[in-house]
Structure formats: C-alpha cells, structure tokens
C-alpha cells in the first residue's frame, strides 16, 4: 500500500462529478491532490495536474459553452502501476483535437492566444485522444507512463 492507501500493483479507477462551472476547477484540483502520494512521480503529477486543469477548463469554456451550468463533467483517473489515464466527458459538440493540432503544426501563431492548450497537453503526455462515445458523450483521453520521467531527464541533460 503506498502514502495515499491505495494498493500498489493494482489497476484502481476513481471518479468525480462537477458542475459546467470555472469555480469547480477548486473541487477538481482539491480531488486530484489527493492522489499526490498514489505512487506516481512528483514530476509526473505536476504534468498531469496541469493538463487536467486545461482539459477540464477547455471543456467549461468550449464544449458546453452554451449548456446550463448544472451540466455534468465527469472525471475519472485510472492508476496503474507504471501509469495513469485521466479521462474527461463532456457533452458537447464534436471537436476534431488531431485535426486542430495539425492545423495549428502546419500554421503555427506565436502571437495567437487559441491553441496553446492543445500544445500544452500534447506536449505532456503520453497519449492524448479526444473521441464521440456511443451516448453521446465526448472523452478527453489523457494517457502519461511513468517511465515519462526518464524522457524528461535526459532532455535537460
């Protein structure tokens, strides 16, 4: 059992409902800090605090832009021993992420405010997917291994 009590070895899925509102990134992040001593690397959990907190964001402010506040995200974060996928639905429009991100590849804007997101969580992840379920639903899908950490060390080196 590792500092947050959760089993090492094991595949342990958690989950949080929060209102389409800015002020749920609190309830959100509060959430996600509990998992800080699950195991997984502290620069590891820094990445994917910061990407949860775009990809929750990106979904208040775009896809249910015009939904009613009372409007569920669900959030799921699924532990695994050498890593983790962090999982946002949403019920909004369809959006085509890789489609956006080679858009903003083949016209990069360093002026431009818009896509910075995207880059951000491409950039600090291991995978990251954005589909249509079969309700209806759209999932971020935010994918980062542990072994991550190496790729960033030998970066700096």
């Known amino acids: 059992m590792n500092a947050a009590g959760i089993p090492s070895g094991e595949k ?10 800015l002020d749920a990134l609190g309830q959100v992040l509060t959430w996600f800090e509990s998992f800080r001593n699950a195991g997984i690397p502290d620069p590891i959990w820094t990445e994917c605090q910061l990407v949860l ?16 506040p ?3 995200i669900d959030i799921e974060l699924i532990l695994m021993p050498q890593e983790l996928e962090l999982r946002i639905w949403d019920q909004g429009q369809e ?8 858009h903003l ?24 997917s954005y589909t249509r379920q079969a309700d209806g639903r759209n999932c971020l899908l935010i994918g980062k291994r542990f072994d991550d950490l190496a790729q960033v060390y030998r970066c700096q080196a």
Do not use: C, Y
């Open 53 to 68: 907190a775009e990809g929750f964001t990106n979904a208040v402010r775009h896809a249910h832009r015009a939904l009613p």
């Open 95 to 102: 959006f085509d992420l890789e489609g956006a991100f080679r």
């Open 12 to 21: 342990q899925t958690f989950a949080l409902r929060v209102e389409t509102t």
């Open 105 to 128: 590849m083949a016209n990069p804007d360093p002026e431009s405010e818009g896509g910075r997101g995207i880059w951000l969580m491409k950039a600090l992840s291991t995978h990251l």
């Open 70 to 72: 009372s409007t569920p």
